[in-house]
């Protein structure tokens, strides 16, 4: 997937974006029972805009060069560093499937169909045969919300030399920042927080908690598969060790499972087992337990001093 998603940045860095149409849409967001549904609609824009628009998408493309998978406990990314995950594992398919679907999306009709949005979506076409448009999201700010826009907030312009008064016009900032952007079934990331909330990963990692869970059950595992859910529960820091768990695989691998319990008796690490062979896990545990399952005690071969850690990268 990795080398996939090289490739299509490549491929994006080629194309010669100031060219494009651009299209402005603002997004709302509803949560009914923990699901999320989004309502989109197009706003038009000034030209002097649209320039601004397909400058800022150049810049931010052009200073994006290393991409990472995305992984649900990565570090902060550094300048030019984008992480990547596909099109079809998060909320945006949704929403892009929606602006690319054969019915036609509203336009806003006034400034309350702005008022409240979630976030917003910039999309760039262009007239070239079999081409993919190109869309970047922002998530807004809470200025964006109602209570910030009411009526009794005064704003004022610079002109002329004087403080100008706007009245009662909306101001709605759009700040030259870029959170994610997503080309031919790929998303990158610029900045993961914001892609994570804007698109209720929280709720992903929900999932994956009782997905894995049941794979516990499955593979006999834990005396009591249920606490692990229990104990993890709404707990961010939790359900990302615990989502990073799923991924990785290695409680599946009978090999790997029997190595931890051989090491965990040898070191001292304090994992409790039944006479069945199942791990016991309580709420002094339940770290130690996440971190033994994601083979994040690792040690270092300079010094030997051992280290349990959040985030790692593989080596070859």
């Known amino acids: 997937m990795i080398e996939k998603a090289k490739e299509i940045l490549k491929t994006i860095k080629k194309i010669p974006w100031k060219e494009a149409e651009v299209s402005f849409y603002v ?17 038009g824009i000034h030209q002097t805009l649209e320039k601004k628009l397909r400058k800022l998408v150049y810049e931010k493309i052009n200073d994006s060069n290393e991409v990472r998978e995305y ?9 030019g560093e984008l992480l990547t995950i596909p099109l079809e594992e998060n909320d945006l398919l949704q929403i892009l499937e929606a602006l690319q679907g054969t019915k036609k999306v509203p336009f806003a ?3 309350d169909d702005l008022v409240g949005s979630w976030m917003y979506i910039v999309r760039l076409d262009l007239d070239v045969e079999n081409q993919s448009p190109l869309f970047f999201a ?16 005064m704003n004022l312009v610079w002109k002329d030399n004087m403080l100008v008064d706007l ?8 700040d030259k920042k870029v959170d994610f952007f997503s080309y031919d079934g790929m998303v990158f990331i610029l900045h993961k927080v914001n892609f994570e909330t804007a698109l209720n990963f929280r709720d992903g990692m929900k999932r994956n908690r009782d997905e894995v869970v049941q794979e ?23 359900l990302r060790k615990l989502s990073q768990v799923k991924k990785a695989g290695y409680y599946c691998q009978e090999k790997y499972m029997k190595r931890l319990r051989e090491v965990n008796d040898q070191e001292g690490w304090g994992l409790e087992y039944t006479p069945d062979g199942k791990i016991m896990v309580t709420e002094r545990n339940i770290k130690d337990v996440l971190t033994y399952l994601n083979n994040d005690r690792l040690i270092s071969l300079i010094n030997s001093e051992v280290y349990d850690v959040d985030v790692k990268r593989k080596i070859g």
């Open 27 to 43: 997004v709302r967001r509803k949560l009914v029972s923990r699901s999320a549904t989004y309502l989109s609609k197009q706003v």
């Open 71 to 79: 992984d649900f406990n990565t570090a902060d990314l550094n300048d």
């Open 109 to 111: 009709a006034s400034k």
């Open 138 to 153: 922002r998530k807004v700010s809470a200025t964006w919300q109602a209570k910030n826009v009411s009526s009794w907030r």
């Open 167 to 174: 009245g009662e016009t909306v101001v709605l900032p759009i």
């Open 216 to 238: 516990f059950e499955t593979l006999g595992i834990f005396d009591k598969a249920s606490e692990v859910s229990r104990l993890v529960g709404d707990n961010l820091r939790h």
